[in-house]
């Protein structure tokens, strides 16, 4: 399969835990993008790399988040003291840049559940 | 007011109708447009991508940005069961940061 992957599909965890989330982004793919999802809701996006440079993070991303991306391969975003409010779906997203014509691919996304 | 506006629906039609999907958007700067269609419980899969205002037709999908009304269309022709999911719309200023719309789920009854 040479689409995005996201390990694991499905995790919950009570709420004060830390939970990591790792993504494997389309080889190629020198761009990778984090968002969340709620219920009923679109992607909101939360950060991106290039290589192995975090370029921009949102607003939305507090400081109990951070990601990485230490080869410039494969992702991690952690959640550290997680929150109900944490809970969502959280996908990500590969693609190769500059490249005017290419957009994101995404993958399955990990479904967080904070009790 | 949100940058990106989509009715979420659900919008229900009998199969072989038209399906018109909508966007509206307050920057006219964006300049890149796409539509997306997510399944139930999977990652948005990317359906129509379009740069600047026009149309795109791709098999039964036709994408139509109208930037001077920042208007945003997917219209579905010959709608199938098998095109029942949720649709969003997306947009930005470059490919990167992408802003989603609520997404609009459509059921596509035999």
């Known amino acids: 399969d040479t689409g995005v992957s996201q390990d694991p599909r499905h995790k919950i965890t009570k709420r004060g835990q830390n939970v990591t989330f790792r993504c494997d982004p389309i080889?190629?793919?020198?761009?990778l993008y984090w968002y969340r999802q709620t219920l009923g809701q679109g992607p909101e996006f939360l950060t991106y790399?290039?290589?192995?440079?975090?370029?921009?993070k949102s607003r939305l991303l507090s400081d109990r988040f951070s990601a990485e991306r230490p080869k410039g391969s494969f992702s991690t975003l952690e959640i550290q003291r997680t929150e109900q409010g944490d809970s969502a779906m959280y996908l990500c997203?590969?693609?190769?840049?500059?490249?005017?014509?290419?957009?994101?691919?995404f993958g399955p996304g990990t479904r967080l559940l904070v009790l | 007011q949100k940058e990106v506006e989509q009715d979420p629906g659900p919008l229900s039609v009998p199969e072989g109708a038209i399906v018109s999907l909508n966007c509206t958007y307050s920057?006219?700067?964006?300049?890149?447009f796409m539509w997306y269609r997510q399944y139930s419980r999977k990652g948005p899969e990317l359906l129509m991508y379009?740069?600047?205002?026009g149309n795109k037709e791709d098999g039964r999908f036709t994408a139509q940005v109208d930037k001077s009304s920042k208007y945003i269309s997917l219209f579905i022709r010959d709608s199938q069961p098998s095109d029942s999911a949720t649709y969003l719309c997306?947009?930005?200023?470059?490919?990167?940061?992408?802003?989603f719309g609520t997404g609009t789920r459509l059921q596509v009854f035999p």
């Open positions: 997203a590969s693609t190769s840049a500059p490249a005017r014509q290419e957009t994101q691919y």
């Open positions: 379009t740069y600047s205002s």
């Open positions: 790399f290039q290589n192995e440079a975090q370029l921009e």
């Open positions: 997306a947009t930005g200023f470059n490919t990167d940061k992408l802003i």
């Open positions: 920057n006219s700067a964006f300049q890149y």
């Open positions: 080889s190629e793919h020198n761009r």
